[in-house]
């Protein structure tokens, strides 16, 4: 007879690291969790810094409110957020995706230091961590009011994340990917993206709009065929905002920017719907490129996301996504039948 394996616990260390490896898979995920940070402290000016990808290094600085010397303690800890303030918060809580632990996840996978300067301190401090501790004292230094995330060695205990990641280059790519839809979506902070010690290789200014930021990162082609619409339904209560190129425009790689109450998602029936709009007006196997901001009722969204998780399933789907595809029709139904295209920026 065989004999029944026998049960261990893991080693704390290990079962965090796990986790932390599937919160954060790759240095474009790592990213789009500190933009995020970065756009809810408010700050209007984003300069991501890489070497590697994001491999080597992947810094993110802001012009936010910074965070509190008392919370460098433990803002690296799981489950610790600034942004929950009452019991009504939970489910808007939850559909953000504010659950404390991007911090927490970077610190077991990674080096972390956190700079950081509140408009209320004289100085700023410094503080790094490993596995959510801080490793010593924050130590003041100079700077201004903010946050630098500096991120170093992604996965440097973790060898076979490491090569199962693609190159450098491909890397690099979905981290210039996530940015520049950031940008495009939030037209009132100015981006940056660069390698270290080289120019930036995306750039745009605070305050502008989402058009001419489609135009500046995704080139005059794109932009000069785009439609603007924006669409409410009080019946379905939501909002939209979408630019989408017309019926001239056909790219062999589709695009679409999804964004749903602030957050960058994906949604396969959406995605699936504006496709069949198009395919019936587009030579077979090209594609527009879109971009729909939705803005929802928080509760009304499927808590259950992981932050890896993208897809995202809304209550009333098959109602909003019927309507949009009729919104998305009429429009390009318009710019053929009147020749109205989007005005030249
Ligand atoms: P969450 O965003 O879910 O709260 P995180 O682990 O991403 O969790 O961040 C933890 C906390 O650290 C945030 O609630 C916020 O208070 C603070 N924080 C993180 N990044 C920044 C930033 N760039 N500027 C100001 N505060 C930040
Ligand atoms: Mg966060």
Same mark, same amino acid.
């Given at each position: 007879m065989q004999e029944p394996g026998v049960i261990k616990r893991l080693d704390e260390a290990v079962v965090n690291r796990i986790a932390a490896g599937e919160i954060i898979q790759r240095p474009a995920n790592a990213l789009k969790e500190l933009l995020e940070n970065s756009l809810d402290a408010k700050s209007n000016y984003i300069q991501v810094t890489i070497k590697s990808?994001?491999?080597? %290094? !992947?810094?993110?600085?802001?012009?936010?409110?910074?965070?509190?010397?008392?919370? %460098?303690?433990? #803002?690296?800890?799981?489950?610790?957020?600034?942004? !929950?303030?009452?019991?009504e918060d939970l489910t808007e809580i939850a559909t953000f995706g504010f659950r404390g632990e991007a911090l927490a996840s970077i610190s077991h996978v990674a080096h972390l230091t956190i700079q950081t300067k509140t408009a209320q301190e004289r100085c700023g401090y410094k503080a790094s961590y490993a596995d959510s501790k801080l490793l010593a004292a924050p130590k003041p230094c100079a700077g201004n009011q903010g946050t630098i995330i500096t991120i170093e060695d992604l996965f440097y205990n973790m060898p076979q994340r490491r090569q199962v990641l693609k190159s450098p280059a491909e890397e690099q790519q979905k981290v210039s990917d996530v940015l520049s839809k950031? @940008? #495009?979506?939030?037209?009132?902070?100015?981006?940056? !993206?660069?390698?270290?010690?080289?120019?930036?290789? #995306?750039?745009?200014? @605070?305050?502008t709009t989402r058009a001419e930021n489609i135009r500046l990162i995704y080139g005059a082609a794109i932009a000069k065929e785009l439609l603007e619409f924006t669409y409410e339904d009080a019946l379905l209560r939501f909002e939209v905002h979408c630019l989408m190129t017309q019926v001239n425009y056909a790219a062999k790689k589709g695009m679409l920017l999804l964004f749903i109450n602030e957050r960058l998602v994906e949604s396969a029936p959406l995605k699936g719907a504006v496709d069949a709009v198009y395919a019936s007006y587009l030579p077979k196997g090209s594609h527009p490129f879109v971009y729909m901001s939705l803005k929802l009722p928080p509760h009304n969204i499927d808590v259950n996301v992981h932050p890896t998780k993208h897809e995202v399933h809304f209550l009333y789907e098959d109602e909003i996504i019927e309507k949009l595809k009729g919104q998305v029709e009429a429009q390009l139904l318009g710019s053929n039948a009147t020749r109205s295209f989007y005005k030249q920026l």
């Open positions: 990808g994001g491999l080597k %290094l !992947l810094q993110i600085q802001d012009n936010g409110t910074g965070i509190r010397k008392e919370d %460098l303690a433990i #803002v690296c800890e799981r489950f610790t957020t600034s942004k !929950l303030n009452k019991f950031y @940008a #495009v979506h939030n037209p009132h902070v100015g981006f940056t !993206l660069k390698r270290h010690g080289e120019p930036p290789s #995306v750039k745009t200014q @605070a305050g």
